[in-house]
């Protein structure tokens, strides 16, 4: 039978046709969408534009963008914003998310509802957890003012200073995305083989030292993972901080991304934002290649 | 047995008061904006927490030929659009990656690729995508916001369509090809319902995705006819005098739908989230 249908069989497995077909579509969104705007933009860095009659005119500039990069203070101090910030929200978030999910896997009355709320701030727009925010920032009648307001404590205009405005967008990215990170931790939790667990308590481990000694090391290569997932979302945020502080007070919260919109958009300076978004693109690049050497090297380290 | 007694209801331990605390700091400001969506304007700025209970917001919102009304129709366009456009590109592309024999260099290929799209912060290429919906006449169109939704939603969505397509024998493309079906009829009678679960998730979280967006709307549309729903919020925010409790019936309006969705469909919307946050 098989030796009857193997010509046949082979012709319809080597026509070419589908396979191409299938992917063709994919290939060209990337090429037009993505290839495309990406030539666009590195054309536009080393130029200079500006609109005439609704059409762009184009003129070589060289480096001349980069240059006024390199020199731009506000542009330098929003990296340097943009850091701290991805330091505050990766580590907070991280630890807070390790302890949620260990919290989860031994709670008694609540892990179900949790692992279900838990969620929620994940799936709401960027944009209503700002609005919610607002709600609860706000001098007037916002929540967190009521309360210390009913404490007896002196309210705050939480949004109004450099530091607690920079600590409160990071507090609200950090509300928004925590549970990434638990769901991972949780999933990894989970997979551990828990006859680990049950020897570490036979041997009269609190579980205290279980958590420090068992579960934690094997959580190790979850939590570089995912501080790594936080560290690309900390580069990307965008639509917390353009309403929460539109950049304010000043230029205290003004991230990269908010830099790069202000200058392409309000200042319509096209060609120096699309050489801004260069140099972000590749500082994402240069820092994810050392992030992949230096797990290479770790590798290598434990193996020998 | 650990595990067992885990699992065991019974009284609340210390991990459950540490849990309730957390909900509390999740549910709270939910539950506060939710409040102020449903009061009069005047009750907001009153001390204490006044009771009062009206409908009046969200009448407002929808009134007739009102710019709210347009912006969510413009949004829902975009869900539609977008997660057409991924889930069938999408599924193409990672089935032919998956099971059709490309050499393995030419799938790595493809795939870092995609990923290293799904590295670039959005606002780096905005200069670059601006100029090319212009040049395309795409420019403050929804069209052209569903084009760039899709092309930051593909890469996700073709990457996990590839790990389900993946997970299933060659066997069966194979068996269904000596039955004398062709490569679309195997990939749409036979693969693609077995991959039913990975399609399910790849258009729950694609819409969510679209539906949420707000860079590209805020960007590369021109006033209401072309902005999503989350720009209407945006351009109330920040106008000089904020209608505060409109704000709060339009956030519960955007964010009802999704919560319902991650309460009754959770295990899609946490593989979509983990998966998508992961394969990055």
Same mark, same amino acid.
């Given at each position: 039978?098989?030796?009857?249908?193997?010509?046949?069989?082979?012709?319809?497995?080597?026509?070419?046709?589908?396979?191409?077909?299938?992917?063709?579509?994919?290939?060209?969104?990337?090429?037009?969408?993505?290839?495309?705007?990406?030539?666009?933009?590195?054309?536009?860095?080393?130029?200079?534009?500006?609109?005439?009659?609704?059409?762009?005119?184009?003129?070589?500039?060289?480096?001349?963008?980069?240059?006024?990069?390199?020199?731009?203070?506000?542009?330098?101090?929003?990296?340097?914003?943009?850091?701290?910030?991805?330091?505050?929200?990766?580590?907070?978030?991280?630890?807070?998310?390790?302890?949620?999910?260990?919290?989860?896997?031994?709670?008694?009355?609540?892990?179900?509802?949790?692992?279900?709320?838990?969620?929620?701030?994940?799936?709401?727009?960027?944009?209503?957890?700002?609005?919610?925010?607002?709600?609860?920032?706000?001098?007037?009648?916002?929540?967190?003012?009521?309360?210390? &307001?009913?404490?007896? $404590?002196?309210?705050?205009?939480? #949004?109004?200073?450099?530091?607690?405005? !920079?600590?409160? =967008?990071? @507090? *609200?990215?950090?509300?928004?995305?925590?549970?990434?990170?638990?769901?991972?931790?949780?999933?990894?939790?989970?997979?551990?083989?828990?006859?680990?667990?049950?020897?570490?308590?036979?041997?009269?481990?609190?579980?205290?030292?279980?958590?420090?000694?068992?579960?934690?090391?094997?959580?190790?290569?979850?939590?570089?993972?995912?501080?790594?997932?936080?560290?690309?979302?900390?580069?990307?945020?965008?639509?917390?901080?353009?309403?929460?502080?539109?950049?304010?007070?000043?230029?205290?919260?003004?991230?990269?991304?908010?830099?790069?919109?202000?200058?392409?958009? &309000?200042?319509?300076? $096209?060609?120096?934002?699309?050489? #801004?978004?260069?140099?972000?693109?590749? !500082?994402?690049? =240069?820092? @994810? *290649?050392?992030?992949?050497?230096?797990?290479?090297?770790?590798?290598?380290?434990?193996?020998? | 047995?650990?595990?067992?007694?885990?699992?065991?209801?019974?009284?609340?331990?210390?991990?459950?008061?540490?849990?309730?605390?957390?909900?509390?700091?999740?549910?709270?400001?939910?539950?506060?904006?939710?409040?102020?969506?449903?009061?009069?304007?005047?009750?907001?700025?009153?001390?204490?927490?006044?009771?009062?209970?009206?409908?009046?917001?969200?009448?407002?919102?929808?009134?007739?030929?009102?710019?709210?009304?347009?912006?969510?129709?413009?949004?829902?366009?975009?869900?539609?659009?977008?997660?057409?456009?991924?889930?069938?590109?999408?599924?193409?592309?990672?089935?032919?990656?998956?099971?059709?024999?490309?050499?393995?260099?030419?799938?790595?290929?493809?795939?870092?690729?995609?990923?290293?799209?799904?590295?670039?912060?959005?606002?780096?290429?905005?200069?670059?995508?601006?100029?090319?919906?212009?040049?395309?006449?795409?420019?403050?169109?929804?069209?052209?916001?569903?084009?760039?939704?899709?092309?930051?939603?593909?890469?996700?969505?073709?990457?996990?369509?590839?790990?389900?397509?993946?997970?299933?024998?060659?066997?069966?493309?194979?068996?269904?090809?000596?039955?004398?079906?062709?490569?679309?009829?195997?990939?749409?009678?036979?693969?693609?319902?077995?991959?039913?679960?990975?399609?399910?998730?790849?258009?729950?979280?694609?819409?969510?995705?679209?539906?949420?967006?707000?860079?590209?709307?805020?960007?590369?549309?021109?006033?209401?006819?072309?902005?999503?729903?989350?720009?209407?919020?945006?351009?109330?925010?920040?106008?000089?005098?904020?209608?505060?409790?409109?704000?709060?019936?339009?956030?519960?309006?955007?964010?009802?739908?999704?919560?319902?969705?991650?309460?009754?469909?959770?295990?899609?919307?946490?593989?979509?989230?983990?998966?998508?946050?992961?394969?990055?």
């Amino acid at each position: 039978m098989t030796a009857v249908y193997a010509g046949r069989r082979r012709r319809r497995l080597r026509l070419p046709g589908f396979r191409f077909l299938a992917v063709a579509p994919l290939l060209a969104f990337v090429g037009v969408f993505a290839g495309y705007p990406l030539v666009e933009l590195v054309r536009m860095s080393f130029s200079h534009l500006h609109l005439a009659n609704g059409n762009f005119d184009w003129s070589y500039t060289g480096v001349q963008n980069f240059r006024d990069a390199f020199h731009d203070a506000v542009f330098r101090h929003s990296i340097r914003i943009t850091a701290v910030f991805i330091l505050i929200t990766t580590g907070v978030s991280v630890a807070l998310g390790t302890a949620l999910a260990l919290l989860v896997d031994r709670a008694r009355l609540l892990a179900g509802i949790a692992k279900n709320v838990l969620v929620w701030p994940a799936v709401i727009a960027p944009v209503v957890v700002s609005a919610i925010w607002w709600f609860v920032l706000n001098q007037q009648f916002g929540l967190l003012n009521k309360i210390l &307001d009913a404490l007896g $404590l002196p309210t705050q205009s939480w #949004l109004a200073y450099g530091t607690s405005a !920079l600590l409160s =967008v990071a @507090f *609200v990215d950090v509300w928004h995305w925590t549970p990434i990170v638990f769901l991972i931790v949780y999933a990894a939790i989970r997979s551990i083989d828990s006859s680990l667990l049950e020897a570490a308590r036979v041997d009269r481990a609190s579980e205290w030292q279980v958590i420090r000694y068992v579960v934690l090391p094997m959580l190790v290569p979850t939590l570089a993972l995912v501080a790594g997932v936080r560290i690309v979302m900390g580069v990307k945020v965008f639509d917390e901080m353009y309403l929460l502080t539109n950049g304010g007070p000043g230029v205290a919260t003004t991230l990269v991304s908010l830099y790069i919109r202000t200058v392409f958009f &309000d200042q319509v300076d $096209l060609g120096y934002g699309a050489s #801004l978004g260069l140099c972000v693109l590749l !500082l994402v690049l =240069v820092i @994810f *290649v050392a992030a992949l050497a230096a797990r290479g090297i770790a590798r290598r380290v434990a193996a020998a | 047995m650990t595990r067992a007694l885990r699992l065991r209801r019974g009284a609340p331990n210390a991990a459950d008061l540490a849990l309730l605390v957390a909900l509390a700091v999740i549910v709270l400001p939910i539950a506060w904006m939710t409040l102020a969506a449903f009061r009069q304007p005047r009750d907001l700025i009153e001390p204490g927490v006044p009771i009062t209970f009206t409908f009046s917001n969200f009448h407002d919102l929808f009134a007739a030929g009102s710019t709210f009304t347009h912006q969510a129709l413009n949004s829902l366009e975009i869900v539609v659009g977008t997660t057409v456009l991924c889930t069938v590109i999408g599924s193409l592309g990672g089935y032919s990656l998956s099971q059709m024999s490309w050499r393995r260099s030419a799938v790595a290929l493809v795939v870092s690729v995609i990923g290293l799209i799904q590295l670039a912060p959005p606002i780096t290429l905005v200069p670059g995508e601006y100029v090319t919906l212009s040049q395309f006449g795409l420019l403050g169109t929804v069209r052209g916001l569903i084009l760039l939704n899709t092309m930051f939603v593909l890469p996700i969505a073709t990457l996990l369509m590839k790990v389900y397509f993946d997970g299933l024998p060659v066997e069966l493309r194979e068996s269904g090809l000596v039955d004398g079906a062709s490569e679309f009829m195997v990939f749409r009678r036979i693969m693609l319902p077995l991959a039913a679960p990975g399609l399910a998730v790849v258009t729950i979280f694609t819409a969510i995705l679209a539906w949420n967006e707000f860079l590209f709307g805020l960007t590369m549309s021109k006033g209401a006819s072309s902005a999503p729903l989350t720009v209407w919020i945006a351009t109330v925010v920040q106008s000089y005098s904020i209608q505060w409790t409109d704000l709060a019936a339009a956030g519960v309006i955007s964010s009802v739908p999704i919560i319902l969705i991650a309460v009754f469909a959770n295990r899609f919307v946490v593989s979509g989230l983990t998966a998508g946050a992961v394969k990055q």
